[in-house]
């Protein structure tokens, strides 16, 4: 029989990947989405009406709604991905956020013991390097001693320790993949590295004139999502329940990000100046195209997140450069800049179509 594996988070960047990579092995999918009268699953769309995908409606701040969807599915493997998973939103939104990333977390594993499946399903929770915050050791690995410096990474916090305990006093297979920042063409357009890349396709074709930043010596390990959801399920596959740093080993400025992201895109950039009055500059033109803003900074900021994966690479045996961050980069830019043509296409025929029936040659 096929195992069941129930992926909350689904519509999100990890949960449409994870799923694609579970369909291929096999797996029945279950994917578990939210009430919304707004369309979020353009991600898995895709994916819909094929025979071994299905949605649940279940939410993490209702536990009879995990109950009723974990006791229906009765899944081998849970992937917790669901989150409040922006940073910056965590400082407006702290209450909610620990509410979902932190008390989230235990209404799964207690859903699970609640349907009786302790002993029988696995739980992977998408757990993140911002625990590591302001940073204690660089390079961090499993050992490294946490400092969360956001309320985002205090609630995870909460969530990386309740799984532990859930191991430790019932015996659970239930473990964290401490991850590194994944990025994508999927990714969400407010994090750093799509918002740039969206910003340099849309400036190189002329549909945008400038943009705005925070920090740009922010320091990140950044990934390729579609190769760390591999590691999500590797995970769960081990003979002990165990945690895992999940990181690419390298380490890049948001400045260089930019930089090579606008170099993709057919623009060389320079960076002149320093702190709130430092600029990018087209070195072909002269203009300004990026510039820093106070509204993209954080109360407190992590800055030099670094990860490394010798534990992943020893016994997971998972490749953390199989895809580079120059391929990152051009995978996202040439994907941008591809989706920025179509707008524009489609842009000049509603115009065109708006002409002819003012002019009623069409009516
Ligand atoms: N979002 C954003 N927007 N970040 C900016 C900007 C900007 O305009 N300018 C500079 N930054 C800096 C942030 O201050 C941060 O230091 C860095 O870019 C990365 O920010 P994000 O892309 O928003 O990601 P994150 O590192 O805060 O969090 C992501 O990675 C974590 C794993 O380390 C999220 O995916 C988290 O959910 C995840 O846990």
Same mark, same amino acid.
């Given at each position: 029989m096929a195992k069941k594996a129930l992926i909350t988070g689904v519509t999100g960047q990890d949960g449409s990947y994870l799923s694609e990579f579970l369909l291929d092995k096999g797996y029945e999918v279950y994917g578990m989405i939210r009430r919304s009268?707004?369309?979020?699953?353009e991600r898995i769309a895709h994916l819909?009406?094929?025979?071994n995908f299905h949605l649940r409606y279940g939410d993490l701040g209702d536990s009879m709604s995990l109950v009723a969807v974990i006791a229906q599915v009765r899944p081998d493997e849970i992937y917790n991905?669901?989150?409040?998973?922006h940073v910056q939103v965590s400082f407006d939104a702290p209450e909610f956020t620990a509410d979902i990333d932190a008390t989230g977390v235990l209404r799964v594993l207690e859903a699970v013991r609640n349907c009786g499946l302790a002993d029988t399903c696995r739980i992977y929770q998408a757990s993140t390097?911002?625990?590591?915050? +302001?940073?204690?050791?660089?390079?961090?690995?499993?050992?490294t001693p946490f400092h969360p410096y956001s309320p985002y990474a205090v609630a995870k916090q909460y969530g990386y320790w309740i799984v532990r305990e859930y191991r430790e006093?019932?015996?659970?297979f239930c473990c964290s993949g401490i991850l590194f920042n994944h990025e994508s063409?999927?990714?969400?357009?407010?994090?750093v590295t799509r918002k740039i890349t969206l910003a340099a396709s849309r400036i190189a074709q002329g549909k945008q004139d400038k943009l705005y930043l925070g920090n740009l010596s922010s320091l990140r390990d950044w990934g390729y999502a579609k190769d760390y959801v591999e590691c999500m399920w590797l995970i769960l596959q081990q003979d002990k329940p165990q945690d895992y740093v999940i990181a690419s080993g390298v380490q890049h400025s948001v400045r260089e990000f930019c930089e090579l992201a606008f170099h993709y895109a057919g623009i060389e950039l320079e960076f002149k100046g320093e702190g709130m009055d430092e600029k990018g500059i087209? +070195?072909?033109?002269?203009?300004?195209?990026v510039e820093v803003s106070?509204?993209?900074?954080?109360?407190t900021d992590v800055v030099n997140l670094f990860g490394d994966p010798s534990k992943a690479k020893r016994?997971?045996?998972?490749?953390?450069?199989?895809?580079t961050f120059e391929e990152l980069v051009k995978i996202m830019v040439d994907h941008d800049m591809a989706k920025v043509a179509v707008e524009r296409a489609e842009e000049h025929i509603r115009l065109n179509l708006e002409e002819y029936l003012e002019k009623g040659v069409v009516k």
């Open positions: 009268s707004v369309d979020y699953r819909e009406g094929r025979e991905l669901a989150a409040q998973s390097s911002e625990l590591y915050g +302001k940073v204690e050791e660089v390079p961090q690995n499993e050992d006093a019932y015996n659970m063409e999927r990714r969400g357009e407010t994090f087209d +070195k072909a033109t002269g203009k300004v195209l106070p509204d993209f900074y954080r109360p016994e997971l045996g998972w490749n953390p450069q199989s895809t």
